[in-house]
């Protein structure tokens, strides 16, 4: 596998605690991708709901853009050119075909406020956890159909959400495609947060030997709901590099190719493979190969 990082890049994650109004939501993102170039970062990760949190899960219905174009996307290109950074935008809804249902979105836009990537949530979050909490994502989302991995100057990013965390085979697939890190935009609720969510990150960039960067949601919302919080990234040898427990702020890492190089020339993990990850007839393992979201490419 040719490693296509050079040079050493720092990389922060946003976590915030969204509530129910959008321009509020928006200006503390402005505010904490302001602390993230400040302090050196050219790739910044948001959490995912990180323009809304809505009383009802139907509210952030009333959000949804399409690929022509919103004030959602614009606001993040926005950021992106102004700042000179590049911005996986969290995640927003965008409209389906399907009445009263969305896809939940993860952006991507490069230094100069282009959009080159999209990615849909595959995996629905539709779990009883304890006691009367319970969520039923497909109940206002449609689930994505590919995984997608796209060219960077930080190197070949993954892209996955929250409940994706769970699912190891998923990032076996960006492992075919190269990958070298994973944005990981969440909102993972405090309880299976403490139980599960420092345990699974790790792991993605452990088994994978790649970096995570992974921004929550962090702290108590208006619809009553409570998520866990500590963003954090991890380097390819399962090492936090940085964290936040609660509220809102940002994390930072600094990715070192000879380390990522180094640790997967020494441990082999990657080429000892003997089971191959299997695509569903749907799939389609990458933005550059996608027949879908063509306003996006993967260079």
């Known amino acids: 596998m040719q490693e296509s990082m050079t040079g050493s890049h720092r990389v922060a994650a946003i976590q915030m605690a969204s509530g129910t109004r959008v321009e509020a939501n928006l200006d503390e993102a402005s505010r904490l991708i302001a602390i993230a170039v400040a302090g050196g970062a050219g790739l910044v990760v948001l959490p995912e709901n990180v323009a809304i949190m809505g009383l009802r899960e139907t509210d952030k219905l009333a959000c949804a853009e399409t690929d022509a174009g919103g004030p959602l996307q614009e606001f993040f290109a926005a950021e992106a050119a102004r700042h000179g950074v590049w911005l996986v935008a969290g995640t927003i809804p965008m409209a389906t075909e399907v009445p009263d249902r969305a896809y939940s979105a993860c952006l991507v836009f490069d230094s100069s406020g282009r959009r080159v990537a ?178 996006e490419s993967a260079d």
Request: proline share 6%; with cysteine.
């Open 118 to 295: 999209r990615y849909d949530k595959l995996h629905l979050f539709d779990v009883q956890i304890e006691g009367e909490e319970a969520y039923c994502e497909s109940a206002t989302l449609v689930p994505g159909d590919r995984v997608v991995v796209v060219d960077t100057p930080f190197g070949r990013l993954g892209l996955a959400i929250c409940y994706d965390l769970r699912f190891p085979e998923m990032f076996r697939r960006m492992v075919d495609e190269g990958v070298e890190l994973i944005a990981l935009p969440s909102a993972f609720t405090a309880t299976t947060g403490e139980a599960h969510w420092r345990p699974l990150v790790r792991s993605r960039a452990i088994e994978n030997l790649c970096y995570v960067i992974a921004a929550n949601q962090g702290g108590y919302h208006v619809n009553g709901r409570e998520t866990h919080g500590d963003s954090l990234v991890v380097d390819p040898w399962g090492r936090v590099l940085d964290s936040l427990a609660r509220g809102s702020g940002v994390v930072f890492g600094d990715l070192t190719p000879g380390l990522l190089a180094g640790v997967r020339d020494r441990f082999p993990v990657l080429s000892h493979r003997r089971l191959a990850v299997s695509a569903t007839p749907r799939e389609v393992a990458s933005t550059a190969v996608s027949p879908s979201h063509t306003a």
